[in-house]
């Protein structure tokens, strides 16, 4: 039984929350059989949440889901994108020019072609914001002031880099193919033929430009009603959610998916993975959550018992590490990613991972990190001597 986020995409629009559309796009990605566009309608025509590929098979695709809803590119008015992965941000570049739409990302959105924004802006504008929020607040605050940024309290306890917003901090970008990963391996890139028609499609594609970047407690206004921006570094430090406090839908992104875990991506000079947990709990914990609308797979209600299973299974993934550690002693990102990952997981993804995981336990104290040569080595403590 393949998972459900495997599903080929249908060709079937289902309507899964009031005003907002399921619409399957076919990807090509390990492991992923589509990617859901939403679609949000109001009087204006629609807003689309994620239109992905870029290229020409998933292009006819969203016109032809359009088409079955009953609108064409021309009716676009707003497209968000949730991160920066190519499955969610494919088609928004060239909806943006055709429709003349609005293009919404999370403020550090970055990718290959589009750079984030200024460290000048992104540090004026989080000092503004300091995104600190309460999950409950943001649903109170539907009813509060307009101005009022709600503060998410539990979850970004006192620091900062749990909602790390300043770009200039972190890596946001994954390692350029051929370029040395942070952990000190090459990352080698697909095989060579995919990466010829990757590049052949670069020439053709639109950049993804964000004409808006939003911050966390941000509101938008799609499917008639306002939708909170809820920042969800972990994934990617760009990823966002969108949650809708009236009907208690939470357009995940690959935030929480129903049934395979997430990638968290190791990054430099950050605790990815604690960016992730923290924000794990919070979309779990906002008030009235009870949809996950997410970017792969089927709609799915119980949002905290997802989140739960979730954080279990990278608290297992670390035990797995600590033992693998202690049987192998002092070891390189590589070696350990071995140690952990079944042979067919093996690469610079399996090797991302156990990065951010290896990260986690060193921001902990239970772990000590450091260089040799070109490489990170490391050493998970016994539980015994962890905090
Ligand atoms: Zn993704
Ligand atoms: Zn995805």
């Known amino acids: ?46 807003a689309v949440v994620d239109p992905g590929l870029p290229g020409p098979q998933s292009w006819k695709a969203l016109k032809s889901r359009l088409k079955t809803a009953g609108y064409r590119v021309r009716d676009i008015h707003t497209v968000v994108v949730t991160h920066s992965h190519p499955d969610h941000f494919g088609g928004a570049g060239r909806i943006a020019r055709e429709a003349g739409a609005e293009l919404v990302t999370h403020h550090s959105f970055s990718t290959w072609t589009v750079k984030g924004p ?10 503004a914001r300091r995104a600190e929020v309460d999950a409950a607040a943001i649903a109170q605050s539907v009813a509060g002031p307009p101005d009022e940024i709600p503060t998410i309290a539990e979850a970004a306890p006192d620091d900062p880099d749990i909602l790390h ?4 901090e972190t890596e946001a970008t994954a390692t350029p193919w ?20 990757i590049r052949a499609m670069r020439v053709l594609f639109t950049p ?48 929480v998916l129903p049934t395979i875990t997430p990638h968290v991506s190791g990054v430099r000079k950050a605790d990815s993975l604690r960016s992730y947990l923290a ?16 970017a792969h797979g089927h709609p799915f209600h119980d949002v905290p018992g997802r989140v739960e299973a979730i954080k ?16 192998v002693g002092p070891a390189s990102v590589q070696d350990l990613s071995h140690e952990v990952f079944p042979k067919r997981h093996w690469g610079v993804m ?19 990190r450091w260089q040799e040569g070109d490489r990170l080595m490391y050493r998970v403590a016994p539980l015994s001597s962890g905090a």
């Open 1 to 46: 039984m393949p998972k459900q986020e495997q599903e080929p995409a249908s060709e079937e629009v289902t309507e899964v929350a009031p005003g907002v559309l399921r619409m399957q796009l076919p990807i090509w990605l390990p492991g992923l059989g589509h990617v859901n566009m939403y679609g949000l309608v109001d009087e204006r025509g629609l």
């Open 118 to 127: 200024s460290p000048q802006r992104a540090i004026s504008d989080s000092e």
């Open 165 to 168: 917003d300043d770009t200039e």
């Open 178 to 197: 051929g370029r040395e990963t942070p952990w000190g391996t090459k990352n080698p890139g697909p095989p060579l033929k995919r990466r010829l028609m």
């Open 208 to 255: 993804p430009e964000p004409t808006k970047r939003v911050h966390h407690g941000d509101r938008l206004r799609l499917a008639k009603r306002d939708w909170f921006v809820i920042h969800t570094p972990g994934h990617t430090v760009d990823h966002l959610c969108l949650f809708d406090p009236e009907t208690g839908a939470l357009l995940c992104g690959d935030h």
């Open 279 to 294: 924000t794990l709990d919070l979309v779990a914990r906002l008030d009235g959550v009870q949809l996950g609308l997410p």
């Open 312 to 327: 279990e299974h990278h608290q297992e993934r670390m035990e797995l590490l600590r033992s693998a550690s202690m049987a």
């Open 350 to 368: 399996a090797e991302s991972e156990t990065f951010a995981h290896l990260e986690h336990l060193a921001h902990a104290g239970q772990a000590e």
